[in-house]
Structure formats: structure tokens, C-alpha cells
């Protein structure tokens, strides 16, 4: 079954770095996406991505963060100047354009930790 | 806003035995998707069961079926015969005419042998 693979699978970064978080989704879906989960808590939408734009964004998704695709198979998140509240499980997943309402095939994520 | 609540952050079960989780939702939207995914310790995401607000007939998938009750804005899951492998956190969702899911706190399961 295909997948959505998500590297690395847990990065650790310094408070005030740049990281990026890496994505491949499925290969025929064109809506992209970017969640977060904070330890304990809800899965949280920051962005969707289609047509090489950005379609929806929450008021998480500030001038901190990022998305590009920049070769037609990766999407990438970036987070320009990481803080310790942006600690959290970072999942992307992506949808089939013709049944986006039927569920998104998300990646295994990727557990960001900034100290 | 849409808002999703489960109201059970924690459930037990017996193997071989049925359990429902609860769930929620607030929307003034008519049409709209729901859903159940689970995440295994690993935190993967998977889908479990989806259900078109349209549809009347409760979604089923295997051992896991839905009581979708719309005018009560309620969709809880039920999983009979549960499993070990069951044991997770469960998350409701709900998706309207926007592009984003809306998630619920999750309910965890645990699953006694």
C-alpha cells in the first residue's frame, strides 16, 4: 500500500535554528498537508498545500514557518527560527484529488525536540 | 468554528469484548465527512472508519462500525471483539468545506487480556 514517508523521523535542534522537515507523499495525490501534535495534546492543522500553493492556513502557521515543494516528489516544512513551544510531533500527509473528503494517508511523523 | 470533543480521555476493555467511544461535534455546516484514526504508540496516523454526513447508513469496517446520529451531532465507534493490538489512541475528526480536519483530544484504550 503506499505510503507517505517522513524523514528524519526525530530531529533535535537548538533553540533559534532553522530546521526542515521532510516529506514524500503519495505520488498521484496533489493536496498536501502539515499537522502538529504537541505531547498530550490534539493533532493541529497548519497548512494545506495545493497547485504549488498554499491553500488554507491556521493562525499557527506564522512567518516562522514555511512549505515548498521543491521537486515535484518532496514537500518540506520549514521552521525559520525554532522555539521551545515548537517542540512536537510534525505529521504530513497527503490526499487523492478526487476523494480528498475521504481521509488523508498521513506520514509516521517527525518528533521535533528544540532544547 | 467546528469543534470536536471526546469526552473520554481514557477506555478499558477486555479482549474479546465490545467497546464505543464517544465523540462529539459542533458545526453549522450540512455537509461534511467524519472520522476515526487511530495512533498506535508508534504515533502513526491510520485510518479506521469514515462516515459522509449524507449517508444515513452507518459506516462499517470489520469489527469497527459507527452510531452516527446527526440531528444529536454524534459519532461514536464501536469496536467489538477487541484486540490487543486495538490499544491506542483513538481521535475523532471532522472535515466540512474547508481543506483542514478538525480533531478531537483523542480517547485512549487500553485493551486487558
Known amino acids: 500500500e503506499p505510503e507517505v514517508t517522513q524523514t528524519p523521523s526525530h530531529q533535535v535542534t537548538q533553540m533559534g535554528q532553522e530546521v526542515i522537515l521532510r516529506c514524500v507523499p503519495i505520488?498521484?495525490?496533489?493536496?498536501f498537508y502539515w499537522y502538529r501534535q504537541i505531547l498530550g495534546q490534539k493533532v493541529e492543522f497548519l497548512v494545506s498545500f495545493y497547485n504549488n500553493e498554499i491553500s488554507e492556513k491556521s493562525e499557527i502557521f506564522d512567518d516562522q514557518f514555511s512549505v515548498e515543494r521543491p521537486d515535484g516528489s518532496n514537500f518540506t516544512l520549514k521552521i525559520r527560527s525554532t522555539k521551545l513551544e515548537d517542540s512536537a510531533m510534525y505529521f504530513c500527509?497527503?490526499?487523492?484529488?478526487?476523494?480528498?473528503?475521504?481521509?488523508?494517508?498521513f506520514g509516521s511523523g517527525t518528533r521535533l525536540t528544540v532544547v | 468554528a467546528q469543534t470536536v470533543t471526546q469526552s473520554q480521555p481514557e477506555m478499558s476493555v477486555q479482549e474479546a469484548e465490545t467497546v464505543t467511544l464517544s465523540c462529539t461535534y459542533d458545526?453549522?455546516?450540512?455537509?461534511?465527512?467524519l472520522f476515526w484514526y487511530k495512533q498506535p504508540p508508534s504515533r502513526q496516523m491510520i485510518l479506521v472508519i469514515r462516515?459522509?454526513?449524507?449517508?444515513?447508513q452507518n459506516a462499517t469496517e470489520n469489527r469497527f462500525s459507527v452510531n452516527f446520529q446527526k440531528a444529536a451531532k454524534s459519532f461514536s465507534l464501536k469496536i467489538s471483539d477487541s484486540q490487543l493490538g486495538d490499544a491506542a489512541m483513538y481521535f475523532c475528526a471532522y472535515k466540512g468545506g474547508g481543506n483542514q480536519f478538525y480533531f478531537g483530544t483523542g480517547t485512549s484504550l487500553t485493551v486487558i487480556p
Open positions: 500527509a497527503s490526499s487523492d484529488p478526487t476523494v480528498t473528503n475521504y481521509g488523508y494517508t
Open positions: 462516515q459522509e454526513a449524507y449517508k444515513q
Open positions: 505520488s498521484n495525490h496533489l493536496y
Open positions: 458545526t453549522s455546516e450540512s455537509d461534511y465527512y
